[in-house]
């Protein structure tokens, strides 16, 4: 028996050739471990119901001293009264676990995470994901009381309405979610892991489509002027195609952005979050956004905050998608819409994908069709000045605007 102290501990190494674990004892069951690693756990040894009992106390020094002989004292006092401390430690950790609920989750995750991770508008689809798809169902839930079972009812709720994109969206967001529940040992394991496998429709689509003259005539014609959707879903429908940004970036252009001609997209709402992007607007371009002030492309739901000014935020994805994926009616049933416009399948970001391909034809480089587009390109030629491609980016989207306004009047590629 020895009596512990720091410096002791500090200097409590393995011997030459050591390969079992060796106890130290200071008294009453209370002990220090070393590993042949030289990991050193301190221990309470007692016996409960006729079998002999072991409780690690915590690991030095990350548990001090002083902490473990508290832990001790709180051991050996309820070994006094008749309690097994391991059952009740145990007991304990579960009785906290179940004060974890989803709602505990998604709070901690959006506000210690994902605020420091997301721009705005990615936060804000996400809240919207988890208050129509996700807490409605689990709100109380114990995070710990989640199975694979339960994971996979979740995701199919949006499946079985007919509704594949949503359901990727609740998939990738509540895979997030408990891989921070993992990391911060709040759960096991990961309920929403190799989902695919369970559920094919979930795993990625590497899509091709792009929409021939015929398509973009159709569709134009369909958005404008009594389509279904409001003003800014037709608006952003034709920007993202004449710009060939990202729909998501597309759809948070706020006029502080606009100077001129060029719409600089800030750094934190660029996909890669690494720079700000420069976008030449065809006058074309800029005759559908307007003179708007504020977000162009507005929702309509507005957050009021008592003895706070209305606030005001960009249009969702989901909205635009549930437009064009969707068949409709209007209230006087004179008019009816058919998924997609009556097209085969397109989503928003075949638009970009379109968009990117005439620039090609109009006879843009790889690079600067790269440029554009806001490519992430690896290596040094992926460092470019800010600037150094306005004249390019200026002459092609105005090529492909040009080119735009053939396709409306049905001028065959090549034709003046």
């Given at each position: 028996?020895?009596?512990?102290?720091?410096?002791?501990?500090?200097?409590?190494?393995?011997?030459?050739?050591?390969?079992?674990?060796?106890?130290?004892?200071?008294?009453?069951?209370?002990?220090?471990?070393?590993?042949?690693?030289?990991?050193?756990?301190?221990?309470?040894?007692?016996h409960?119901?006729?079998?002999?009992?072991?409780?690690?106390?915590?690991?030095?020094p990350?548990?001090?001293?002083?902490?473990?002989?508290?832990?001790?004292?709180?051991?050996?006092?309820?070994?006094?009264?008749?309690?097994?401390?391991?059952?009740v430690?145990?007991?304990?950790?579960?009785?906290?676990?179940?004060?974890?609920?989803?709602?505990?989750?998604?709070?901690?995750?959006?506000?210690?995470?994902?605020?420091?991770?997301?721009?705005?508008?990615s936060?804000?689809?996400?809240?919207?994901?988890?208050?129509?798809?996700?807490?409605?169902?689990?709100?109380?839930?114990?995070?710990n009381?989640?199975?694979?079972?339960?994971?996979?009812?979740?995701?199919?709720?949006?499946?079985?309405?007919?509704?594949?994109?949503q359901?990727?969206?609740?998939?990738?967001?509540?895979?997030?979610?408990?891989?921070?529940?993992?990391?911060?040992?709040?759960?096991?394991?990961n309920?929403?892991?190799?989902?695919?496998?369970?559920?094919?429709?979930?795993?990625?689509?590497?899509?091709?489509?792009?929409?021939?003259?015929?398509?973009?005539?159709?569709?134009?014609?369909?958005?404008?002027?009594?389509?279904?959707?409001?003003?800014?879903?037709?608006?952003?429908?034709?920007?993202?195609?004449?710009?060939c940004?990202?729909?998501?970036?597309v759809?948070?252009?706020?006029?502080?952005?606009?100077?001129?001609?060029?719409?600089?997209?800030?750094?934190?709402?660029?996909?890669y979050?690494e720079?700000?992007?420069?976008?030449?607007?065809?006058?074309?371009?800029?005759?559908?956004?307007?003179?708007?002030?504020?977000?162009?492309?507005?929702s309509?739901?507005?957050?009021?905050?008592?003895?706070?000014?209305?606030?005001?935020?960009?249009?969702?994805?989901?909205?635009?998608?549930?437009?064009?994926?969707?068949?409709?009616?209007?209230?006087?049933?004179?008019?009816?819409?058919e998924?997609?416009?009556?097209?085969?399948?397109?989503?928003?970001?075949?638009?970009?994908?379109?968009?990117?391909?005439?620039?090609?034809?109009?006879?843009?480089?790889?690079?600067?069709?790269?440029?554009?587009l806001?490519?992430?390109?690896?290596?040094?030629?992926?460092?470019?000045?800010?600037?150094k491609?306005?004249?390019?980016?200026?002459?092609?989207?105005t090529?492909?605007a040009?080119?735009?306004?053939?396709?409306?009047?049905?001028?065959?590629?090549?034709?003046?």
């Open positions: 028996m020895k009596k512990f102290s720091d410096s002791w501990l500090k200097g409590l190494k393995p011997e030459p050739g050591q390969t079992v674990k060796k106890d130290f004892r200071e008294g009453k069951g209370f002990g220090v471990r070393l590993m042949p690693s030289g990991a050193k756990t301190f221990f309470f040894m007692y409960f119901d006729g079998k002999r009992r072991f409780m690690n106390l915590g690991t030095y990350t548990t001090s001293l002083k902490q473990a002989n508290e832990n001790y004292r709180e051991a050996a006092s309820l070994l006094e009264q008749g309690k097994d401390p391991i059952t430690r145990e007991q304990e950790k579960a009785d906290r676990m179940a004060e974890k609920t989803v709602a505990w989750l998604t709070k901690q995750y959006m506000e210690n995470y994902a605020k420091g991770k997301k721009v705005e508008r936060l804000y689809d996400d809240q919207r994901t988890l208050d129509t798809d996700v807490l409605p169902y689990w709100k109380k839930r114990s995070i009381s989640i199975r694979r079972q339960d994971a996979v009812d979740l995701v199919n709720t949006a499946i079985k309405r007919g509704a594949p994109g359901a990727r969206n609740i998939f990738k967001l509540m895979r997030a979610i408990w891989n921070y529940a993992v990391e911060s040992h709040y759960v096991e394991f309920p929403f892991d190799k989902m695919t496998k369970v559920l094919p429709s979930l795993a990625p689509v590497q899509r091709k489509r792009v929409l021939d003259d015929k398509e973009i005539r159709h569709i134009w014609k369909k958005i404008t002027p009594a389509g279904f959707g409001s003003d800014e879903i037709r608006r952003v429908i034709k920007i993202i195609l004449l710009t940004q990202r729909p998501g970036e759809i948070s252009m706020h006029s502080d952005d606009i100077d001129g001609d060029w719409w600089t997209i800030p750094r934190e709402r660029t996909k979050k720079e700000p992007h420069r976008v030449y607007l065809s006058p074309l371009a800029k005759k559908i956004i307007g003179e708007k002030k504020g977000w162009i492309f507005e309509p739901k507005v957050e009021e905050e008592e003895g706070k000014p209305p606030k005001t935020r960009p249009m969702t994805e989901n909205a635009i998608s549930r437009v064009i994926n969707r068949e409709m009616e209007s209230a006087d049933k004179k008019f009816q819409k998924k997609y416009y009556g097209l085969s399948e397109w989503t928003p970001h075949d638009l970009r994908r379109t968009g990117a391909t005439n620039l090609a034809m109009l006879g843009a480089s790889n690079e600067i069709i790269d440029a554009i806001s490519h992430k390109v690896s290596g040094v030629v992926g460092v470019y000045n800010l600037y491609y306005d004249q390019q980016k200026k002459e092609f989207l090529k492909w040009e080119r735009m306004l053939d396709i409306l009047k049905k001028k065959p590629f090549g034709e003046g």
